[in-house]
Antibody, heavy 117, light 108 residues
Framework: QVQLQQWGAGQLKTSETLSLTCVVS????????WSWIRQSPGKGLEWIGE???????NYNPSLKNRVTISVDTSKNEFSLKLTSVTAADSAMYYC???????????WGQGTLVTVSS | DIQMTQSPSILSASVGDRVTITCRAS??????LAWYQQKPGKAPRVLIY???NLESGVPSRFSGSGSGTEFTLTISGLQPDDFATYFC??????????FGQGTILDIK
């Protein structure tokens, strides 16, 4: 049974870089795409981007200039970096498998990120 | 981006009721739609994919239908565990994959 566990800093100051990592267990890391999704009261669920084990990525155009998703296949991990954060980036951030036939499942436990000045 | 609009935003119902949530896409997405359930403090859980396919382990009282721009999620015989927030998500045109704003299903 595939499980995702994520970690990273939850409190940031304006203009800092958000950094989160997700480790995958119970599944072949090389079979799927892996995504980051965030959720905030204002914007709802927002897909940030995806990565394949080869390192091939796709990003949400609205965040593309600030986002980097990377992968470490030796550790079954993938990571998110979001630069120059503002209060608008405050959200719950989730890592997830997918899309697989279009859906995202399962999800990590979530990391609440709060950006303050 | 394809905009996904759910209705209603809030739905009040009772245990045993049959309820329907609608999701409309701003352009045709074929059958490329998924439905999720989310409970407070938890990550979303997929219920339906490709508009009408029930995810493994999901109770059969959940069903999905539709194609093109209009889709529905139906719960037949509401159970206490079903009171939650429901989201739709399209994957026809990406990036980005996009989600509806959510429908809160609460107890009447």
């Amino acid at each position: 049974q595939v499980q995702l566990q994520q970690w990273g800093a939850g409190q940031l100051k304006t203009s800092e870089t958000l950094s989160l990592t997700c480790v995958v267990s119970g599944e072949s890391f090389t079979r799927f795409y892996w995504s980051w999704i965030r959720q905030s009261p204002g914007k709802g669920l927002e897909w940030i981007g995806e990565i394949e084990y080869t390192g091939s990525t796709n990003y949400n155009p609205s965040l593309k200039n600030r986002v980097t998703i990377s992968v470490d296949t030796s550790k079954n991990e993938f990571s998110l970096k979001l630069t120059s954060v503002t209060a608008a980036d405050s959200a719950m951030y989730y890592c997830t498998r997918g899309p697989v036939t279009g859906r995202f499942d399962p999800w990590g436990q979530g990391t609440l990120v709060t950006v303050s000045s | 981006d394809i905009q996904m609009t759910q209705s209603p935003s809030i739905l009040s119902a009772s245990v045993g009721d049959r309820v329907t949530i609608t999701c409309r896409a701003s352009q045709s997405i074929g059958s490329w739609l998924a439905w999720y359930q989310q409970k407070p403090g938890k990550a979303p859980r997929v219920l339906i994919y490709k508009a009408s396919n029930l995810e493994s382990g999901v109770p059969s009282r959940f069903s999905g239908s539709g194609s093109g721009t209009e889709f529905t999620l139906t719960i037949s015989g509401l159970q206490p565990d079903d009171f939650a927030t429901y989201f739709c998500q399209q994957y026809n045109t990406f990036p980005p994959y996009t989600f509806g704003q959510g429908t809160i299903l609460d107890i009447k």
